[in-house]
């Protein structure tokens, strides 16, 4: 049962147009979002957080925007470059229980083609 | 200043076996998190760990257990290897426990269960 789902296993899109990766939630008890990239052979980095008590935070050429009552999350990269290329994850986390645990998605992977 | 690194990265191992892989956090981290990445998938949560107590367990059977030491280090075993368990296995280290807590990867140890 999948928490936290990516549909898209993967996206192309041309250097400098804006790459959008999406993310839908299922459980109403997360309240923190994040999004990791991953490069080949490295572990996962941080890359960009939003609280449920705000709808976008911006960091650079990346904003995250989160719509609440849709349960659903989208990475915005602006303009897009070809070092952006990796693997895109979703990840979550609730308040209460099982607060120490981040919920990933499947990953998207993007290639930025120069 | 180093990041979390873990050791070996490589790892093939037999069905039945038993394997111990390790785990460094960055220097003034005290909590210590386990994943599991299978190919194709997110990482999953196995364990954290902070100040050498267990906090939290993923739902992952009693033959993977782990431990945390006084300088914070980690070790995460699993017993009587199955091939499902082929995996990438990602130590993750954070100064506390809190939810929000941004958390460092280190590139992981490949496990190939043969």
């Known amino acids: 049962d999948q928490q936290v789902k990516q549909n898209s296993p993967s996206l192309s899109v041309q250097e400098g147009r804006i790459s959008i990766l999406n993310c839908d939630y299922t459980?109403?008890?997360?309240?923190?979002f994040l999004w990791y990239k991953k490069y080949p052979a490295e572990g996962p980095t941080f890359l960009i957080s939003i609280s449920s008590i705000k709808d976008k935070n911006e960091d650079g050429r990346f904003t995250v925007f989160l719509n609440k009552s849709a349960k659903h999350l989208s990475l915005h990269i602006v303009p897009s470059q070809p070092g952006d290329s990796a693997v895109y994850f979703c990840?979550?986390?609730?308040?209460?229980?099982?607060?120490?645990?981040?919920?990933f998605g499947k990953g998207t992977k993007l290639s930025v083609i120069p | 200043d180093a990041g979390v690194t873990q050791s070996p990265t490589h790892l093939i191992k037999t069905r039945g076996q038993q394997v111990t892989l390790r785990c460094s956090p960055i220097s003034g981290h005290k909590s210590v998190s386990w994943y599991q990445q299978v190919l194709g998938q997110g990482p999953q949560f196995i364990f954290q760990?902070?100040?050498?107590?267990?906090?939290g367990r993923g739902n992952f059977p009693d033959r993977f257990s782990a431990r945390q030491f006084p300088n914070y280090s980690s070790e995460l075993n699993v017993n009587a290897l199955l091939l499902g368990d082929s995996a990438l296995y990602l130590c993750a280290s954070s100064l506390w426990t809190a939810g929000n807590e941004k958390l460092f990867f280190g590139s992981g140890t490949q496990l190939s269960v043969l």
């Open positions: 459980n109403s008890m997360f309240d923190y």
């Open positions: 760990y902070y100040e050498k107590e267990e906090r």
């Open positions: 990840a979550a986390i609730g308040s209460g229980a099982g607060s120490y645990q981040l919920t």
